[in-house]
C-alpha cells in the first residue's frame, strides 16, 4: 500500500514534457460518477506530456470510499485508483482513450453475535479490477470547466470462488471538474 502511494507521488511530482503548451491547464481536479471507482471517485489529472498540439498523454489518480452495515456486519469499502490517457484532437472536445487498474480493501467488521458466541471481529479482503477508457473530454480553450463521458468496461476480480476469478462488465463514466 505504501508503495502505491509513492509511486503516485513520484510519477506526479515530475513534469515529463516534449512541448510547451501555456494555452492549457495541465491540473484537473473532478468527480467521475459511476466510473472504474463505482458510485462515484474523487480524482486528480495531470497532463504529462503532449507530442503535438492535439496529442497529450495523461495521468490520473483517484480515490473512493463506501461505508454499509447490512445485518450484523459494517463494511468500510476503499478504492484506489491509476488510469494513463492518450487525449488526441484540439480543444474544447477532445478523443479520450487509456486503461486504468483499481486496488479494492474491503474491511469487515462483524458485530458479535450472541446466539452463536462469535466474539467477532475485523476481516480484510483485496480485490483487484481492470479498466478501459473511450470517451470524450470536453473544455473550452481558458475556461477552467471540465466534463468528460465515457465507456468504461472493468475486468473485475471476484471473491466467489477460490483461487479468484475475473468477469467483464459493461459499465460507463460521468466527470465534471476544474482545471489549473
Avoid at 514534457?17 to 468527480?31: E, G, L, M, P, R
Avoid at 488526441?88 to 480493501?105: A, S
Avoid at 470547466?145 to 460521468?174: N, R, S
Amino acid at each position: 500500500m505504501k508503495s502505491f502511494f509513492l509511486f503516485g507521488f513520484l510519477f506526479f511530482a515530475q513534469t515529463i514534457s516534449a512541448q510547451k503548451d501555456s494555452s492549457s491547464n495541465k491540473n484537473a481536479v473532478y468527480i467521475e460518477l459511476m466510473g472504474i471507482g463505482g458510485a462515484y471517485s474523487i480524482n486528480y489529472d495531470r497532463i504529462l506530456s503532449q507530442f503535438s498540439p492535439s496529442v497529450k498523454f495523461a495521468g490520473r489518480l483517484g480515490y473512493s470510499y463506501y461505508g454499509a452495515k447490512l445485518w450484523q456486519t459494517q463494511y468500510s469499502i476503499h478504492n484506489l485508483m491509476v488510469e494513463f490517457n492518450l487525449l488526441v484532437g484540439k480543444k474544447p472536445l477532445q478523443f479520450e482513450t487509456g486503461f486504468g487498474y483499481m486496488r479494492t480493501l474491503n474491511q469487515k467488521e462483524q458485530v458479535p453475535l450472541y446466539m452463536q458466541g462469535n466474539p467477532g471481529g475485523y476481516n480484510f479482503v483485496t480485490y483487484n479490477s481492470f479498466s478501459v477508457r473511450l470517451g470524450m473530454r470536453h473544455q473550452k480553450p481558458g475556461k477552467r470547466f471540465l466534463f468528460k463521458l465515457a465507456f468504461t468496461p472493468l475486468y473485475i476480480e471476484t471473491d466467489l470462488y477460490y483461487p479468484a476469478q475475473y468477469m467483464l462488465q459493461p459499465w460507463g463514466a460521468t466527470s465534471i471538474g476544474y482545471s489549473f
